[in-house]
């Protein structure tokens, strides 16, 4: 702008100012049109999608306004228009439209070569990789899969440079394999592949949501085993609790059944029948409970097979009850209510703790504050 709009007692008034446009500044000063014809078609979708009228093709996803169901909505546009079908987590390996495109030029060379070099790792991967940087093992909430790490794509980008960000994916994430039959289990095949990149301490750490309770466990394991854990940070981790896992269970068969409709419904029916004569409350009753019956098959949902497997890695988590550790621990917790971050932890944790905490809630706080997210856990890998 030439000059910022003012109000009359002379200070900027922030109503006139216009909203930021997303793309409107250049990411990156030396501009790099799309060079090839799988490069445009990359570029044609980034900008439908992004709303852009302009983009380098070295713009970082991230650095745009990209998120979760932004990268969705790409992945999806791929399939449909180049007919390769890239997982989620191909545009937070690869969050450029050339890095995309040398990806998309590979998948298609695999499928007509039949040469696809295996991965050594059956649970790691590279979430975030910086060149000498510090390497930093992250544990995923939700279901553990790629759409989760979408996610924690963005948060490390903002991190910024001087680490090396490895995801461990569930198991189960697929929806195929089982998940792991104990939080214990499963932190002993993660550290078999931790110390394949990294052999020795020190280690960090870093779980969100319930991730934080097998990175906790991993924690544990290594410092039995004699090795330094340097950081230890649990992002909005609850402490897993008998009750929690009642209470996660009963909120999921509630998700099922459509628990939260019925009981609105109830709501209503009640002030309908305030309204009315106590005489028609009988015939009025039956009826809703006759409709309520029918409508019973239709409403309640079962979970499929895939969906099933997945959230097998929740109830292991929500399953775990934890044991003293030594180390130091980091807590980066949400305002989303009163409840203390501490709680539970302060009973097992024997080292120094310290909590950070982040505006918004359980779910806003990485989405819609992730830059200051992304402080507070620098913040806390640098301690």
């Not at 050594?120 to 930093?136: M, N, Q, S, T, V």
């Amino acid at each position: 702008m030439d000059a910022l709009p003012l109000s009359p007692t002379g200070k900027v008034s922030r109503r006139l100012l216009p909203a930021p446009t997303a793309g409107a500044a250049d990411v990156h000063a030396h501009f790099v049109s799309a060079r090839t014809d799988v490069e445009q078609a990359v570029a044609g979708v980034w900008r439908d999608v992004l709303k852009l009228e302009r983009l380098s093709v070295d713009d970082n996803f991230f650095d745009l306004g990209g998120h979760s169901l932004l990268a969705t909505q790409i992945v999806a546009r791929i399939r449909e228009e180049l007919l390769v079908d890239l997982p989620l987590r191909a545009l937070f390996e690869h969050p450029t439209v050339a890095g995309l495109t040398r990806r998309i030029s590979a998948e298609a060379w695999n499928r007509f070569d039949g040469r696809r070099g295996p991965s050594p790792w059956r649970y790691l991967f590279l979430l975030k990789p910086d060149a000498g940087g510090r390497p930093i093992f992250f544990l995923p909430g939700g279901h553990g899969g790629d759409y989760e790490f979408l996610v924690y794509a963005r948060l490390v980008h903002f991190v910024g440079d001087g680490f090396v960000f490895y995801g461990l994916r569930a198991r189960s994430a697929d929806g195929v394999e089982v998940a792991h039959r104990s939080v214990n289990e499963m932190a002993t095949d993660y550290i078999a592949e931790i110390r394949s990149v990294q052999p020795s301490g020190p280690y960090r750490l870093v779980g969100n949501c319930i991730g934080g309770i097998v990175a906790y466990e991993v924690a544990r394991q290594l410092e039995r085993a004699g090795h330094e854990v340097r950081t230890l940070v649990l992002m909005d981790t609850e402490f897993p609790t008998r009750r929690r896992h009642l209470r996660d269970m009963w909120t999921r068969a509630g998700d099922r059944w459509n628990l939260s409709y019925y009981r609105s419904r109830v709501s209503h029916h009640r002030r309908a029948m305030q309204s009315m004569p106590w005489r028609h409350w009988w015939s009025y009753v039956f009826g809703k409970a006759r409709t309520a019956i029918k409508e019973t098959p239709v409403m309640g949902t079962s979970l499929d097979q895939a969906e099933s497997v997945r959230l097998g890695y929740v109830d292991t988590l929500r399953r775990y009850r934890p044991k003293p550790y030594r180390g130091p621990v980091s807590i980066i917790a949400s305002r989303h209510d009163d409840t203390d971050p501490m709680a539970g932890w302060a009973n097992v944790v024997r080292g120094r703790t310290t909590v950070h905490w982040v505006q918004g809630n359980h779910d806003s706080y990485i989405r819609d504050f992730v830059k200051e997210a992304a402080m507070r856990l620098k913040a806390c890998l640098e301690e």
